[in-house]
């Protein structure tokens, strides 16, 4: 009896670790991937600007235009489409970098929330790039906009209730 036992133990634990093996190899074929900065499809139309000469004199390479992210999103069964506009993607030090332009309407204000709600976006729709740069053209000069890594004790530990 207690080899027997010993059979229907390592049974279970076996058919257990099939279903744990088949669930998460399924999960991960299916888990979509991120796209890098390496793979995508630069426009090779580069427009002359005052925001392309600032980025050269500051040893950025701009090796991509203006370019459309298309985006589509579901809501109550109904689609919704929106896009994205990334004004050049620029290069130092084989870091790759979007780069989006100021605009007179729309000034930045370098705050937490604000930071987020305008770039946050573009850092999750490549995580392969190494940040953004914010040119502003009115104060010339290149801010650059990293995501860093979550730590408690940077943060100011406002309560949500």
């Keep these: 009896m207690n080899g027997q036992s010993d059979t229907i133990v390592i049974g279970v634990l076996a058919v257990c670790l099939i279903v744990w093996l088949f669930f998460g190899l399924r999960s991960w074929v299916n888990r ?3 796209v890098s900065l390496a793979e995508l499809q630069l426009n090779e139309h580069i427009q002359p600007s005052p925001a392309l000469e600032l980025l050269e004199e500051n040893g950025y ?6 370019m459309k992210v298309p985006l589509a999103f579901e809501a109550d069964e109904a ?3 929106s896009r ?6 620029a290069e130092r030090e084989d870091a790759r ?3 989006k332009t100021s605009r007179r309407r729309l ?3 370098l ?3 604000a930071v987020r709600d305008r770039f946050l976006s573009y850092l999750l729709l490549y995580p392969g ?4 740069l914010y040119v502003d053209l009115e104060n010339s000069d290149i801010i650059v906009i990293r995501l860093m890594d979550y730590q408690e004790d940077v943060y100011d530990g406002e309560d949500m209730d």
Excluded: Q
Excluded at 61 to 66: H, L, N, R, S, Y
């Design 111 to 113: 705050s937490g929330p």
């Design 84 to 89: 994205l506009f990334i004004d050049y993607v």
């Design 79 to 81: 689609v919704l489409y």
């Design 107 to 109: 000034p930045l204000e």
């Design 97 to 99: 970098y979007l780069v």
């Design 129 to 132: 790039c190494e940040g953004l």
């Design 61 to 66: 390479d701009v090796i991509g235009g203006k």
């Design 32 to 34: 979509p991937i991120p």
